[in-house]
């Protein structure tokens, strides 16, 4: 009858529409893993040397708490330095895949490719080499400025959508195993510049307050 086959209609209708989209890639958990103690072996390597480097050289010219200060300038520098060396291999990798049509190369072309990411090395690398060198025209303000900038791109990475939090939500879970391997060594070095950066100031401040409070007594 024609009821029976008007009933039928919508289910060829509803069989006939295409399927969802498969979803998309996950990255394999173990593989970020592995990518992370990857990065954590570099950075221990690279700021222990560093370290031991700060410590063996020049140290019966200066007191603990110089040699302390210089360690952590060597430090901060070194961390922008990689910092900015990180995100000139982000650059090289992204212009290499510059003809990919995947979702995530669409949308890092959308966001602003590599403009960023030039930038963040170029201001890494200047005041990275202000640390390092301390060049004496600048004095102790450089390092200051250095803790500005430090703690600057703390603050806005982690409040910034499209920085660490996407990163979170997609990144570890979707992004190309080369990209999250550079990711994770961006944060390494960014959280390194941090806390020595910070740790300097605070020890500066309280050597400052130590000489005031020695030339009251005298």
């Not at 019966?60 to 952590?72: E, F, I, N």
Request: with cysteine.
């Amino acid at each position: 009858p024609r009821r029976d086959r008007d009933e039928t209609k919508p289910e060829r209708h509803k069989m006939s529409r295409p399927s969802a989209s498969a979803p998309a890639v996950s990255n394999d958990g173990g593989i970020v893993v592995a990518l992370f103690l990857m990065v954590l072996a570099k950075a221990v390597v690279m700021f222990g040397a560093v370290a031991f480097y700060a410590n063996a050289s020049n140290t019966s010219q200066c007191t603990d708490a110089a040699r302390s200060s210089r360690l952590l300038r060597l430090l901060s520098g070194w961390a922008n330095l990689g910092n900015a060396a990180v995100h000139a291999l982000l650059v090289m990798y992204t212009v290499g895949n510059a003809g990919d049509a995947s979702e995530y190369w669409i949308k890092e072309r959308e966001i602003g490719g590599v403009a960023g990411p030039i930038v963040l090395a170029s201001i890494n690398l200047a005041l990275g080499l202000v640390a390092v060198l301390q060049p004496s025209a600048w004095g102790e303000s450089g390092m200051c400025v250095c803790v500005g900038w430090n703690t600057f791109v703390a603050v806005v990475g982690t409040a910034v959508p499209v920085v660490w939090p996407r990163f979170l939500a997609e990144g570890l879970a979707s992004w190309p195993y080369p990209v999250v391997w550079i990711w994770l060594t961006i944060y390494a070095c960014e959280l390194t510049a941090l806390v020595a950066s910070m740790t300097w100031y605070a020890l500066s401040l309280s050597l400052s307050r130590n000489r005031k409070r020695a030339e009251k007594k005298r």
